[in-house]
């Protein structure tokens, strides 16, 4: 309601309410990579870009509130080639938005579920977001129909990357970027905290949504389409052979491992000018 826009807009309140459809989203993007890209480079592209890496629609009212969620770990040249292409994407949907970089800090196994959660956790102290993406590091959207909103239901918007030939690489896939309101994201008691390594977790978190009856959505195959980056084998992320055990017994552990028992330290929290950097450290891996 309004006073919620007021709330997270405090100095908006006598602006218009943006239009449904933004003017400024085209259609498919040609999506390049100039070399050398700097962060003060992007930042001198994104002059209404706030520290932080925030950002409202000066002459309107943001219809949508979104925070970006990123898991990042070793891959900053994707990091960088990310935030080149996604702040001009999301200023043009006229919405309200801070990319978080959710990053993990020590020289344990990778935990994407782990980190998605410290990352929901985290962002919802600064602002009552009422959607979040979760967005790997390496996908790059090629349409600017694909609007970084929620709907109803949890949302797969990552359904058609060129790796898989734009398409699914298996039905229930729910890998790449997913959009859940907060509500979604309770529901199903969060994310896994218990995969460690690659692959699996992704299938855990819709597994949880059909457990708790809900559906995915999804964007239109040709406005989700998303260019993947190519990258070499992440040392500390070796495939995680206990994967399929776990995911035998999701049904059991999904009220149990969850958002509640996530243990973790908070190194730093950093308000960059084109992203806040969250940096964890989780110990030991069990
Ligand atoms: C699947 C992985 C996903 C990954 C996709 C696409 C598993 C669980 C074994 C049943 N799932 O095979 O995590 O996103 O491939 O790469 O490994």
Same mark, same amino acid.
């Given at each position: 309601g309004l006073?919620q826009i007021q709330?997270l807009s405090?100095?908006k309140e006598d602006l218009p309410t943006c239009p449904k459809t933004s003017p ?12 050398? *890209? ?10 209404? *870009?706030?520290?932080?890496?925030? $950002?409202q629609p000066p002459n309107c009212g943001a219809l949508h509130h ?5 898991? $990042? ?7 960088? #080639? ?8 999301? #200023?043009?949907q006229q919405i309200h938005?801070?990319?978080?970089? *959710?990053? #993990?800090?020590?020289? $344990? ?20 977001? #009422? ?16 609007? $970084?909103d ?8 990552? *359904? ?127």
């Open positions: 006073d709330l405090p100095t400024f989203i085209g259609g498919p993007l040609k999506v390049s990579f100039p070399l050398d *890209v700097t962060l003060d480079d992007i930042a001198q592209k994104n002059p209404l *870009v706030q520290l932080g890496g925030h $950002y979104t925070a970006i969620i990123i898991p $990042y770990w070793a891959r900053r040249k994707h990091l960088h #080639q990310l935030l080149y292409h996604l702040h001009p994407f999301l #200023q043009r938005c801070t990319i978080y970089a *959710v990053h #993990q800090m020590d020289n $344990y196994t990778f935990n994407r579920g782990k980190l998605l959660n410290v990352g929901f956790k985290e962002d919802m102290k600064e602002n009552n977001w #009422q959607c979040l993406y979760f967005h790997d590091v390496d996908l790059i959207p090629k349409d600017d129909c694909n609007i $970084y929620c709907s109803a239901f949890p949302m797969h918007a990552s *359904v058609a990357i060129d790796k898989f030939q734009y398409e699914l690489p298996y039905e229930t896939y729910f890998g790449g970027v997913m959009a859940l309101q907060p509500t979604h994201y309770l529901k199903i008691n969060g994310f896994p905290n218990n995969y460690w390594g690659w692959g699996g977790e992704d299938d855990d978190i819709a597994s949880r949504i059909f457990l708790n009856k809900m559906l995915i959505s999804q964007p239109p195959a040709v406005f989700g389409r998303y260019h993947m980056m190519k990258h070499g084998h992440d040392r500390g992320n070796k495939a995680n052979p206990k994967r399929f055990h776990l995911l035998s017994k999701t049904h059991l552990r999904w009220r149990y491992n969850r958002m509640n028992n996530l243990l973790y330290s908070l190194l730093s929290k950093e308000q960059t000018p084109l992203y806040t950097n969250l940096t964890m450290h989780f110990g030991i891996d069990y």
